[in-house]
């Protein structure tokens, strides 16, 4: 059975720092420009609790609920919903809670807020993402502050940021991460068909090129393609957030004391307990990793393991095709595919007869879920 290894780093202090790549709280238009990363890594530690955190993903009756918050000197400054239920009454009842509950959030600078009267169920999940959000925040703290004063995690990897639909299609971003800096990034879904082929031709290279000039998710729209252009920069934020959570998981690994772990509704924020000698050794993952959504032709997939130890110890799908026949092909098959993710403590697992596609989204996904603990 495979394990997944996380290599041992140098300190936390100073992650570059991806967190120095500002996230983008208005994704319709540009934002103030970001910090190079280099100079913070010259400039010296990074502040504690700087930076965005997702929460995890919380299924409601009416769909999913995902909120992120933007950190500043362990202050939250800004808080959104980055999943909603939608559609029908959803839209209008979530265009009047959710604005109502990041100003709460800021306003508290904690969960400890009121549910939105006619807006029970949001509310709840709301509440919950929110909550894991803190946790990581707190975790990501808790690490710089235990690091002491050294060398600056070099991060490097290829990270893949949240599917997000548009009206036009889905689109998913990946970004190659070289000692810190983006050195790629690329669209792995985009709108297709009839002028979305043109359209996405034309703006994706032009996103692309603009994300690795800028070393930040702040970039501006491409003229003609505001929908692509929009659902192409949350991808991105959500790609550098996994990026830094990569940059934590490895700063609080190298001294093997002091690992941040989170609670049990933390998923995602993993960690990894090192040698205690610096440099030597490997370190172990250990925690809940939420892989990307995936979309696939009869409705998302996505997988959520627990690690301990470096092994996987639990898998299953927080998210997964729904209604009419799907209830039953999915109802024998995700069971299989969970099983088969334990047994083989990796993602190369068989698909399941008859459900090819919710097989295919769930093997996307877990890899993606492995990546970010680091296998």
Known sequence: MRRIVLASAATVSGIV????????????????????????????????????????????????????????GGKITVAEAVQQPKGGQSDQINGNAVPKLNQAVVAAQSAQ??????????????????????????????????????AAAQVSGTFTGDAEETQYGVVQVRITVQNNKITKSEAVQAPKGGRSDQITADAVPKLGQAVVAAQSPNVDMVSGATYTSTGYKKSLQSAIDKANASASQQGSGSQGSDSSQGSGSSQGSGSA?????????????????????????????QVRV???????????????????????????AVP??????????????????????????????????LDQAGG
Do not use: C
């Open 17 to 72: 720092l991806l967190l120095s790549l500002k996230p983008d709280s208005d994704p319709a238009g540009a934002a103030a420009s970001a910090v190079p990363p280099q100079s913070s890594v010259q400039g010296g530690a990074q502040a504690a609790g700087t930076g965005s955190f997702t929460g995890d993903v919380q299924q409601t009756q009416y769909g999913p609920v995902q909120v992120r918050l933007t950190v500043a």
């Open 306 to 332: 627990t690690v301990a130890g470096g092994k996987i110890t639990k898998a299953e799908a927080v998210q997964q095709p729904k209604g009419g026949m799907s209830d039953q092909i999915n109802g024998e």
């Open 113 to 150: 807020i009121d549910a939105v009267s006619g807006a029970t169920f949001t509310s709840e999940g709301y509440k919950k993402s929110l909550q894991s959000a803190i946790d990581k925040m707190k975790a990501s703290a808790g690490s710089a502050q235990g690091s002491g004063a050294g």
């Open 273 to 301: 307990s090192g040698s205690g000698s610096q440099g030597a050794g490997s370190a172990q993952a250990s925690g809940t990793f939420t892989g990307s959504v995936v979309q696939t032709q009869y409705g998302p997939v």
């Open 336 to 369: 299989k595919l969970n099983q088969a993710a334990v047994a083989s403590g990796d993602g190369d697992i068989d698909a399941v007869s008859g459900a090819t596609y919710t097989s295919g989204g769930y093997k996307k996904s877990l890899q993606s879920a």
